[in-house]
Structure formats: C-alpha cells, structure tokens
C-alpha cells in the first residue's frame, strides 16, 4: 500500500533529514514508526501526505507514484489520506460537527449524507453527544478523538497519525491506539509515528525505527 | 459486443454521470455555503463592514455623480440644439421675386418651421447702421450683399446638418451657412469634461480594487490556520479560494449600493434649487438621476470590482500559505 523505495530527503540547507529509506507496507497492516524527535518521523509522514516531495529515491502510495502527481493533484491525493496531528489542527471557530464534516464538505457530499457519515464517525469515537460543541470546551483527549473522527470521516484506505498519543495520560494513549486497531480490522493501513515505546511494544505491531534519518530496525 | 458488455457500459456511464452530478452538485453546495459563510462574516463585524462598504461607496459615488451631471448637461445642451438657424446666401444674380418664391417654396416644406427673407438692400442698410461704414458703403456703386434667407428648422425635424448639406446643394444658394461655432465648442466643453470624468473614475475605480484587495488580505491574514488546516485535509486552491472571493464581492456589491445611495442623496438635496433656477427661466428641466438601471449598474459594477480585488488579494498570498 505505502512502498519506499531507496528515498532520501535533503533540506535545502544541506540537512539531510531522510537517507535511503526503502519499506514495504501492506494493505492489512499497522505500523509504528519510532525514534528520538528529529529522527525523521515526520518527515516520512509529510512525504507520503506531499507536503514535501523526496530528493531522491521512488515513493508509492495505493499503487500511485508520487512523482508522477503535480501540484493540481495533490488536494486529491490528500482526500485518500485520513491524517491525525499531535496538536489536532481543529478550527476553534466552528463546532465539533464542522470540524469532523470538512473533509466531506471539500469532497462535495450533500448535506444529508454529510450529517449521517459525521455521525457515523463521532460515534466510532464516542463523541456523538459533543456534536455542538466548541472543540475549546473538549478535554486534550477528546480533542484528538475530534481529530481522528475528521480523518476517518471521508473513510480513507490509509491513515496517518503523527504523535496521536502526545499529550495524553496512558490510559487515554492506549484508548487512541485502540481506536486505531479497530480502523486497521476493517482495511484501513494504519501508520503511526510515536516515541512511546512503552505503549507500541505492548501492541502487537510492525515497529520500524529510525535514527537520523535512516530506518534502523523493522521488526514485527 | 455482447449484451453484458453493453450493459456493463451503459452502467459504466451513468454511474460516471451520476459521479459528475455528484460533484457538481457538491461544486454548487459549496458556493452556496461560501456565500453564506462570509455574507454572515461580513454582517458579524457591522461597524467595520460599514467602513469598507462608505470608502467604496464615496469612491464610486464621486464618478458616478459627475457623470449623471454631465447626462443633465447634455441633455440641456441638446434642447438647445433642435433651433440652430441657417442662413442662405442666394446668388448675386437672383432677383427679388426669385428669392421670395424661394421663401414660399422653403415655407411649404414640412421640415421648416420657419423662413425670414431679409433683401440685399435691407441687409446693406442694417449693416451700414451697426458697423458704422455708412460712408464707406454709400460711395459703393454697387450692393454687394446677397439676399439672405433665415431658415428656422422645425423641432421635430431629424438632424440640421441633413437640411443643411440639402439646401447648400441648391443651385440658386451660393452659400448655406449652419451657425453651429458655439455648440461646438460647448460639445468640446462637454467631450473634455467627459474625458476629465472618466480619467478620475479610472483611478477611483483602481483605489477601489486596492482597498478592496487589502482588505481580502487582511481576511486572508486572519484565517491562516484554517486555510493550513483546510489544504492539509485535501482542500483544493479553488475550495480554499471562494469564500475570499465572496467576501470580495459582498464588499464590492455594499459599496455599490451605498455609492448608489450617495448619488441620490445628493440630487434629491439638489433637486429643489435647480427646479427653482428652471423656473426663473421658463424652462421645464428636471435634474435627472441614476435610475433603476443606473443603479444596478452600479452595484453590479461594484460587484465585479470586488471580485477583482479579491482575485488579486487572493491570487498573491494565497498560493504562499501552505502546511509546514
């Protein structure tokens, strides 16, 4: 599902955040991706999302090559990924509910249809009762829960999640990464990219690991 | 082909036709909420809005009332127009009794309205009178004067140049003379002021753009994180892009209506003195306005300006905020 074939990325400042990265992901999987801050993690992340293109080496997506998507088509690679940010990005401005239905808004989903999936995932989170709410007024780990809702909503095949567990106590962490599990049985790839160590060996996983920009360990 | 092909063709396609329908019914949806959307932004912050939609309105305003006034101007100046006189010059030859039937013969004709015979020999007098040459003229042994002809054009009758370029080609006129020096030179008047109006309205019109175009770039400014937001969850430029350009245009089409109010204010206060002025002259001129069309125009025109500004706005910094 998510092939690196001898990828590398150079910062235009001569930093070389990734070296020679080749990884296969399957279609069935969930995988962590561990490491010191600095390491690469989110690097790797921003390279499957296109947030940034690699400096050398061959990168595939869903049987996609990144290379061959120009910048008019990036928005709609985007749409096939759910992705979970450490600071959730939510708009403060607008309710839970909006928040969960902007990637269904983007799609161009009527509203009927957008107000049944968004329940749908709210309900997957437990949120539902929160729907009106103003994300300010959640707890850090409903917050996340808000976040991961928006990235399932638009059911993506593959889910991205960098640091989901950051901020939260270890029982709301192993409540995230359950959640998670749960979106993997039902054929979503799951890739997760945490320094808690603790809590990812205890989960039956593949673990891959990288130091300063190379993939050190790839373990299952 | 067999028939299962065809089917799975005919299925192919209409499930693509209902994919487009779909999307353009999302594409549609999304205007529809983007409308909405920064309608109520700009409604939320009244007294700001206000401000925006006066600067716009005063700098459309401007324009536009110079132009209605000039609109009133012509329309003076083309009632004044319809009664220009010509004066024929017969030839030296014609006697007295051919220049009278030519009178006659002019009277008749349903396009004049009036005809003045004025003789050599009462010209030649009229002229010694009030130029003082009496003595010079008396020791002519000859008139030199043509008859003269005043030909008043009837008011409903098409243009005088027509009537004038017929009665030059009448071989016993030696000279049809249309006095038209001082129209032209107000229809000068009039072309200049005309230029002055428009050179002022496009500068105007381009503050108007700027103004506009910063303040889509203060809108921008202020919802940076959420446009990061929307790109990073697969907002494409257009998604990201319409709702600035609806900003643009409530803006624009605000600043239209209250230029549009501004203009007939300003007749309204001005309508009863120039009624009173038309009056002292006997003349039944009436300060005209805008109009309903006029109007619109204006609000329209406002509209697209605003669009304008929002495209330039929109165009410039928001291709620079991108997720990091």
């Known amino acids: ?220 | 082909m067999s028939a299962a092909d065809s089917k799975a063709r005919r299925e192919g396609a209409s499930t693509s036709r209902a994919r487009l329908r779909h999307r353009f019914n999302g594409w549609l949806n999304h205007h529809r909420l983007s409308a909405a959307d920064s309608l109520a932004r700009v409604l939320d912050n009244p007294v700001s809005s206000l401000l925006t939609w006066l600067v716009i309105g005063i700098a459309l305003a401007l324009p536009a009332a110079l132009d209605v006034a000039l609109d009133n101007a012509r329309q003076l100046s083309d009632k004044w127009d319809s009664p220009a006189q010509l004066s024929l010059f017969l030839t030296a030859t014609a006697s007295a009794e051919q220049s009278r039937e030519l009178q006659r013969e002019l009277q008749e004709r349903p396009d004049i309205a009036a005809v003045v015979f004025v003789s050599r020999e009462a010209a030649l007098q009229e002229f010694s009178q009030l130029s003082g040459f009496a003595d010079v003229l008396d020791s002519l042994d000859s008139n030199p004067l043509p008859d003269l002809l005043l030909v008043t054009p009837a008011p409903e009758a098409g243009p005088v140049t027509a009537l004038h370029q017929e009665l030059a080609a009448d071989p016993r006129v030696a000279e049809a003379v249309l006095d038209m020096a001082w129209l032209e030179r107000l229809n000068t008047l009039m072309e200049l002021s005309r230029r002055i109006v428009l050179a002022l309205a496009a500068v105007l019109v381009a503050g108007v753009v700027l103004i506009l175009g910063n303040t889509i770039r203060l809108a921008i400014e202020s919802r940076r994180e959420e446009i990061v937001v929307v790109k990073l969850v697969g907002g494409s430029n257009g998604f990201v892009r319409r709702p600035f350009l609806y900003t643009g245009l409530w803006y624009g089409v605000g600043g239209g209506f209250f230029a549009a109010l501004l203009v007939a204010a300003a007749l309204w206060f001005l309508g009863e003195p120039v009624a009173r002025l038309a009056e002292l002259y006997q003349s039944s001129f009436e300060l005209g306005g805008l109009g309903l069309m006029g109007s619109l125009n204006l609000v329209v025109l406002g509209g697209l300006l605003g669009l304008t500004g929002a495209w330039l706005a929109v165009s410039r910094h928001l291709g620079r905020i991108a997720p990091r």
């Not at chain 1, 561990?34 to 390491?39: P, R, V």
């Not at chain 1, 309710?95 to 269904?104: E, I, K």
């Not at chain 1, 009762?129 to 917050?143: D, F, M, N, V, Y």
């Open chain 1, 1 to 220: 599902m998510i092939t690196f074939d001898r990828v590398s990325k150079r910062y235009a400042e001569g930093h070389e955040a990734l070296s020679e990265i080749s990884v296969d992901i399957r279609q069935d999987e969930l995988v962590f991706l561990t490491g010191h801050s600095g390491a690469g993690k989110s690097t790797l992340l921003r390279l499957i999302m296109l947030i940034e293109r690699p400096s050398r080496g061959q990168l595939i997506v869903d049987g996609q090559n990144l290379a061959k998507i120009r910048a008019r088509g990036v928005p709609g690679h985007r749409r096939n990924i759910g992705v979970v940010f450490q600071n959730h990005q939510l708009l403060f401005d607008r309710s839970v509910y909006h928040n969960v239905a902007l990637p269904l808004v983007i799609a161009g989903y009527e509203q009927r249809e957008v107000g049944r999936r968004v329940r749908a995932a709210l309900d997957k989170v437990g949120l539902l009762a929160k729907e009106r709410a103003l994300p300010i007024t959640l707890s850090g780990g409903e917050q996340q829960r808000v976040g991961i809702a928006r990235a399932v909503v638009a059911r993506p095949r593959i889910l991205l999640a960098d640091e989901p567990t950051g901020n939260l106590d270890p029982a709301l962490s192993a409540e995230i990464m359950q959640l998670f599990e749960a979106f993997n049985q039902v054929g979503v790839t799951v890739l997760i990219a945490s320094h808690d160590l603790a809590l990812i060996s205890r989960l039956r996983h593949r673990i891959l690991t990288l130091r300063d920009g190379r993939l050190v360990s790839n373990r299952a």
